[in-house]
């Protein structure tokens, strides 16, 4: 869906973007990470032909950018760093404005699409209001309507969640799935790696510029050999599993083990009560830290103490190893 | 887009106030006029005002001479200045690139809109000082005609009237030359003379887009719009200046008061559309080399 080859950018001195090859395909939830300042927006702009490359290549939907922008940009809905409309007019008058603009909005189905894309980002009964009146949240959920008005076939979301709360990033989630699984491909993004992780099925991170890393998310999060055991007796556990456990915290232990079921069968054939057994993949933020070098305080990771568990997904162990690494 | 352009034209507040604003210059000036009676002298003051103040009919006209040198060009710079770097600033323009709307499309939706902002003014003034004229100065005073002496052709300082009664109210209105025009001359002179404005502001336009292509502050371009002016109308005055003034974007800006001579003395007016021709031409072409290939940042 989108290809990009040795993709170039540079302003006057800074060189934003760095030979970056983007490979993201039909039917992913493709997720670019990267610390701000990294250039995830300009890369962005390149791709909708706003920001014009340097040197490289752009193929999205097949085509040429920025030479077949005008045939490929009616395909795509997107949303470019901070939502824009105009203060004055309502919600709706803000879709239908910029739906009639250029080519392809049909007009005989706009209202159903205006009315669609407002019923899909949950903004129905708030549509005759001013935006001027719109709080941050609604205005970037009336961003991501006029990203959906056309019905495109891919979407490219350049921080989405920004502004939202819980609740509007869970919508947000919902809604960017299911449009998935109905066949949008979509490419977002984002520095916030809780979001990245529970919604991309793909990842590539931005450094300075450079695409250091692009692979699919399941095949990054290899178990790591390591499982979580937690239990009402460690003392009867660490005695048994002899020299296998790398780590005791309280009733919690990190155990070297490449399977967790034989491992489970050891513990209750000791006698040890297992509350419960988890197999330690590496998170997101031990993939994206390793390859960038970049402080965790660049990244949106929830500090200690306000952990979003829920957001991480399932493969995360959320364990004590994966913090407070250097 | 030119609908597109036109429905955020209308649909802005700004649009209306700042007509209402234009309009109501002529409106303050009638009213101190009819109040205290005093004309001022022929040849003084704006063009026309002394010329009209005897026929209500001709407040137009006057009307388009108060509101043209600063309050109209005030206004179109704004509105131009703001095309495109208006956009850039609130956010939208990667929007509407982004959905797409071509740049050369988007140019050229924004000068139809100034377009179509400019002769909305121009008959807002029309109409409102033609009530003006009519309500306040009032007709019944219409009475220097033909008898007026002079008439001299070229200068506007002929038609000051002297207030002899005689023929009936609205019966006939005398031309800036001392020959009487019928009241479909009028109209059709009228007209011709919203027309030749509108299209005097087009230059201003098309150096207000151009600057808004460049800077990313409305108010930036609407200064330097405002600065060239002001340049211009400096130098149309200097005899210095002579060798340019044929090419100064004001330089023909009053030539529409030759269609109230009698018969229309035509050949500034074709300079004038000329002149803006020109500058569309040059500036609409340079802001389309510059915005064609801008990095959107904003």
Request: net charge neutral; hydrophobic share 45%.
């Amino acid at each position: 869906m989108i290809t990009t080859e040795n993709l170039t950018k540079r302003f006057g001195r800074v060189q934003a973007v760095r030979a970056v090859g983007l490979d993201v395909r039909e039917g992913d939830r493709y997720g670019l990470l990267g610390p701000n300042g990294s250039g995830k927006s300009t890369l962005v702009r390149m791709l909708l032909g706003l920001v014009y490359a340097t040197s490289g290549s752009i193929t999205v939907l097949g085509e040429s950018i920025p030479r077949h922008v005008g045939r490929v940009l009616p395909e795509i809905g997107a949303l470019i760093e901070e939502p824009a409309a105009y203060p004055h007019l309502s919600g709706r008058a803000n879709l239908r404005l910029l739906d009639a603009a250029g080519p392809h909005g049909s007009r005989r189905s706009r209202r159903r699409r205006v009315d669609d894309a407002l019923e899909q980002v949950g903004l129905a009964g708030v549509d005759r209001r001013p935006v001027r009146a719109y709080s941050l949240g609604m205005r970037q959920r009336l961003g991501l309507a006029a990203a959906l008005v056309r019905r495109p076939r891919l979407l490219i979301l350049d921080e989405p969640t920004n502004g939202l709360d819980p609740r509007g990033i869970r919508d947000m989630r919902d809604l960017l799935t299911g449009l998935n699984a109905e066949g949008v491909t979509i490419f977002l993004s984002s520095h916030l790696l809780p979001e990245v992780s529970a919604l991309c099925t793909r990842i590539g991170v931005l450094d300075t510029g450079a695409l250091v890393l692009q692979d699919q998310l399941a095949a990054l999060q290899q178990p790591t050999g390591r499982v979580l055991v937690s239990t009402d007796d460690p003392e009867r556990a660490v005695a048994a599993l002899d020299g296998l456990v790398e780590r005791r915290d309280g009733a919690d232990l990190v155990v070297r083990s490449p399977d967790p079921a034989q491992l489970n069968a050891r513990l209750v054939a000791a006698g040890v009560p297992v509350r419960s057994l988890l197999e330690q993949r590496r998170t997101l933020e031990d993939i994206v830290l390793e390859v960038t070098g970049a402080g965790a305080d660049q990244f949106g990771v929830p500090g200690p103490g306000n952990g979003d568990g829920s957001s991480d997904g399932g493969g995360d162990t959320d364990g004590a190893s994966s913090r407070g690494d250097p | 887009m030119i609908t597109v352009e036109l429905f955020k034209l209308v649909r802005r507040p700004r649009t209306w106030l700042s007509i209402a604003m234009i309009c109501a210059l002529p409106l303050v000036v009638a009213i101190f006029i009819a109040v205290t009676h005093l004309e001022p002298p022929p040849g003084s003051g704006s063009a026309f005002l002394s010329a009209v103040i005897n026929q209500g009919q001709l407040y137009p006209a006057a009307a388009l001479a108060l509101v043209l040198p600063v309050f109209l060009p005030v206004a179109v710079a704004v509105v131009a200045g703001d095309s495109i770097a208006g956009e850039a600033t609130s956010g939208t323009l990667r929007y509407l690139l982004a959905r797409p709307v071509g740049r050369t499309r988007l140019l050229v939706a924004k000068l139809v809109s100034v377009s179509a902002f400019t002769a909305l003014a121009v008959v807002a003034v029309t109409v409102t000082s033609y009530a003006t004229g009519v309500l306040i100065l009032g007709p019944s005073r219409a009475a220097a005609v033909g008898a007026v002496p002079g008439g001299v052709s070229g200068s506007i300082t002929s038609a000051g009237g002297s207030p002899t009664a005689g023929l009936q109210a609205g019966a006939a209105i005398t031309s800036l030359s001392g020959a009487p025009l019928t009241y479909l001359e009028l109209v059709e002179r009228v007209l011709g003379a919203m027309a030749f404005i509108t299209v005097s502001m087009l230059g201003v336009a098309a150096i207000a887009i151009f600057l808004s292509t460049i800077s990313d502050s409305p108010l930036g371009a609407a200064l330097g719009t405002l600065a060239v002016l002001v340049a211009s109308e400096v130098l149309v005055t200097l005899n210095a200046a002579s060798a340019v003034q044929p090419y100064l974007p004001t330089r023909y800006w009053l030539a529409w008061i030759d269609f109230f001579r009698q018969p229309i003395f035509w050949r500034d007016i074709q300079h004038g559309f000329a002149i803006q021709a020109v500058y569309v031409v040059v500036f609409l072409g340079a802001a389309w080399a510059n915005f064609a290939t801008k990095d959107i940042t904003t």
